[in-house]
């Protein structure tokens, strides 16, 4: 049996909360979600095109990811002109219609900022290639060579191989934490900082709501370039995994930057901020970034996106770590392969992918849903051959790569993405779950989303209330939300056996999904109750 109340509809605005606490923001890959022009890319048309479809899930807003002049080596966070738009996406124009229509329908449009590096191409890194005495010579991390030619440290990068790249005319090696072709900014330069906070303002001025700030804890080094710390214990699939970032990323100085940064964001009313926020030491630094009124309003890492299985301890230490701030929560994004093919483990995918929205919209903190996930998608199996993403290509077949979370957004039964050839093939498993295919079935994975949704909307216990665990084992996750008097009980059984487990009988039934009763709880079933 499945089962959705919501409760009686409340506004927000009557509320002392801004609009982006508790939000739920639906991210959206430009590239893979609608092509209006026929050359197998998204576009910002695309965009505007489905944004009445968007709105229909109950979200808050849009998250978009990069859309700004790039040569795509790292398919947009390699800006070359932080203010301009790709042409494979459009225009100002378009950005401006996208913008308007998305405030008519009450959504809030974040935009990705890259702020750690650029591209290669970018006029900035041109300019300080040349020399060592032009007026951008410091707006990126050179230094000299050792004395026998080697780099000047052992720091590796994200993607393989040293983050030193020899550039002939300068006679110096440049600093990259990710593709050569991303040479790292000197935020530590006061004129580099001065930069950045005219792009906020540039972008802030044409009305966007907030900026998801891209490696955040890349964005300063140690201009000591001492070495990293060589690391022995975790999985290792490239040379960036033996070590402790501890001097390559991470540095005390940001904090102050984020403060300047928020300052000129802050300025502008009703602005929103999340941190991206990855690395061993990712809680310590988003409780950091989100410190007091002065920083940002929230952070989010990876512990989820990149997590192989989901557990009830999993949740519970991930909650607590981050109880003393105001926390985001993603499970699938554009740089991890879909949660329902890492955590549903051989059970029902169906099933799993319910369980999982409302385990999501159960959490504590804001949220993010990342296009598809509302139809259920899986994983998409790219073949090497049709690979784009240049770490799985580098490191295929240990590391999974992002293409297949990348998969283009499936609107009809036959794909409906493009009139095209698609950047990248669609799984033949998506097709029938795309969006016309789900819309006329009101027991379809779409319309589950819209109703724990819109539950989530109406139930101020999910989206503001404190959090509390009252069971948590092998196999039961079970939490109260409780806000001003008012309590919402989420019980999810993650584990591989039913359970049984006796609830409140007079409780009021929120959701009741895979199976789930009031006296046991099958794999993967969910109650939640208003007691």
Not at 363 to 368: A, K, Q, T, V
Not at 480 to 497: P, Q, S
């Amino acid at each position: 049996m499945n089962k959705i109340m919501t409760q009686q509809h409340f506004s927000k605005s009557e509320t002392e909360f801004p609009w982006w606490k508790g939000a739920c923001i639906y991210q959206i890959y430009p590239r893979s979600f609608m092509d209006t022009n026929g050359d197998g890319i998204g576009d910002l048309k695309g965009i505007t095109e489905k944004l009445e479809y968007i709105a229909s899930l109950g979200v808050d807003g849009i998250w978009i990811s990069p859309f700004f002049t790039s040569p795509m080596k790292d398919f947009g966070y390699d800006v070359a002109d932080f203010c301009g738009i790709d042409p494979m996406f459009g225009n100002l124009t378009d950005f401006k219609e996208l913008l308007a229509k998305a405030h008519s329908l009450n959504l809030k449009v974040i935009i990705d900022q890259v702020y750690s590096h650029t591209s290669d191409a970018h006029e900035w890194f041109q300019e300080s290639r040349i020399s060592k005495d032009n007026d951008k010579s410091d707006y990126y991390v050179w230094a000299d060579a050792q004395p026998d030619g080697t780099p000047p440290n052992n720091w590796q990068s994200v993607f393989y191989g040293p983050s030193w790249t020899w550039d002939a005319r300068r006679k110096q090696y440049y600093f990259h934490n990710f593709l050569p072709e991303q040479p790292d900014l000197n935020v530590h330069n006061p004129k580099v900082q001065e930069e950045i906070l005219k792009v906020a303002r540039f972008w802030l001025e044409l009305g966007v709501d907030g900026f998801r700030l891209d490696a955040l804890n890349f964005l300063m080094h140690d201009p000591e370039f001492r070495d990293n710390p060589p690391k022995t214990d975790g999985i290792k699939t490239r040379p960036f995994d033996y070590q402790y970032q501890k001097y390559s990323m991470s540095h005390p100085d940001i904090p102050a930057f984020i403060e300047k940064l928020a300052g000129v964001i802050n300025s502008y009313p009703n602005r929103f901020t999340v941190a991206e926020v990855g690395g061993a030491e990712a809680a310590v630094e988003m409780r950091e970034f989100t410190k007091g009124n002065t920083r940002l309003n929230t952070a989010y890492g990876f512990v989820f996106l990149y997590a192989d299985e989901i557990t009830p301890k999993l949740v519970q230490d991930a909650v607590l770590g981050s109880q003393d701030f105001w926390v985001s929560w993603a499970f699938s994004n554009h740089d991890a392969p879909r949660c329902v093919s890492r955590w549903a483990k051989g059970r029902d995918e169906a099933a799993a992918a319910r369980c999982f929205m409302a385990l999501l919209a159960a959490m504590r903190g804001n949220i993010f849903l990342y296009y598809g996930e509302e139809l259920g998608l899986e994983q998409a199996d790219i073949p090497f051959e049709q690979l784009q993403d240049p770490e799985a290509i580098k490191n295929y077949p240990l590391t999974l790569g992002r293409d297949g979370a990348r998969s283009p957004m499936v609107w009809q039964g036959n794909g409906g993405f493009s009139n095209g050839q698609s950047w990248l093939p669609i799984d033949s498993r998506h097709f029938p779950k795309a969006v016309a295919n789900q819309e006329a079935n009101p027991d379809s994975m779409l319309n589950y989303t819209r109703k724990i949704m819109a539950m989530r909307q109406s139930t101020p216990e999910l989206l503001w209330g404190d959090i509390k665990f009252t069971k948590v084992d092998e196999n039961l996750l079970i939490f109260e939300r409780e806000y001003d008097g008012e309590t919402v009980i989420c019980a999810f059984n993650l584990g591989f056996v039913t359970v049984n487990y006796q609830f409140v009988k007079n409780s009021k039934i929120l959701l009741q999904v895979n199976g789930a009763t009031l006296e046991k709880l099958p794999p993967l079933g969910i109650l939640l109750l208003k007691v």
